[in-house]
């Protein structure tokens, strides 16, 4: 197995941050590029110990956690060097394991240098149990005041006709007509 040094992080920002990996995630490596194969083009060709066998027999929490802090060594060693800004749009049609992996690393107080955006359409999250109200339940639950949210309305006429005008390159004026047309069969509605 190759060895990490941190006399890297003088080099080059990907030495870095390869650095940065190697210190964080260290033997632990091969489970990532079993799970992110063009990682091996970072990290170097490792030795395969038995992962999967290991990740087999330790049952389905173990891995689970064990993936879970995997990921936020990953992303920290990532951060370490710059601030890493993540968006998610559609946040609304995640599933369950996804919402907790985003709960997860959202909650690392020791990766303060990750800030997360995301977008859902609220009108299609109206139940409890939606693992986005799941997860934003829990965040705001073990942290408060982490989460801020911007409800976006719909647009009125103005702001249709300002958007055409700078899409077509036109003055204001002249996109009128098309955008009382747009707002007519949209509602200002930025999805329809």
Same mark, same amino acid.
């Given at each position: =197995? ?33 799970? #992110?194969?063009? +990682?091996?083009?970072?990290? @170097? ?12 027999? =330790? ?26 800004? +993540?968006?998610?749009?559609? +946040? ?6 996804? =919402?907790? &992996?985003?709960?997860? &690393? ?6 303060? @240098? &990750? ?34 949210? #911007? ?10 006709? @300002? ?13 009128? @007509? ?15």
């Amino acid at each position: =197995m190759e060895k990490c040094s941190t006399d890297l992080r003088k080099q080059s920002p990907i030495l870095a941050i390869k650095s940065a990996l190697c210190s964080n995630i260290g033997s632990e490596r091969a489970l990532l590029t079993d799970i #992110i194969p063009n +990682l091996s083009l970072l990290l @170097g060709d490792l030795q395969k110990t038995s992962t999967n066998d290991q990740s087999a027999s =330790m049952g389905y929490e173990t891995a689970r956690n064990r993936f879970n802090f995997l990921l936020r060594q990953f992303v920290r060693s990532f951060c370490e060097e710059k601030t890493i800004v +993540l968006f998610l749009d559609d +946040l609304q049609w995640a599933d369950a394991a996804s =919402m907790e &992996l985003l709960e997860n &690393l959202i909650l690392d107080r020791n990766n303060p @240098g &990750l800030l997360i955006i995301g977008s859902y359409r609220d009108d299609e999250v109206h139940d409890k149990n939606h693992p986005l109200t799941r997860c934003l339940h829990g965040i705001n639950a073990q942290n408060n005041g982490i989460i801020s949210s #911007i409800p976006l309305q719909n647009l009125e006429l103005k702001a249709i006709n @300002g958007y055409l005008a700078d899409l077509l390159n036109a003055t204001a004026d002249k996109t009128i @007509g098309l955008a009382e047309i747009v707002h007519k069969k949209t509602h200002g509605n930025i999805f329809s």
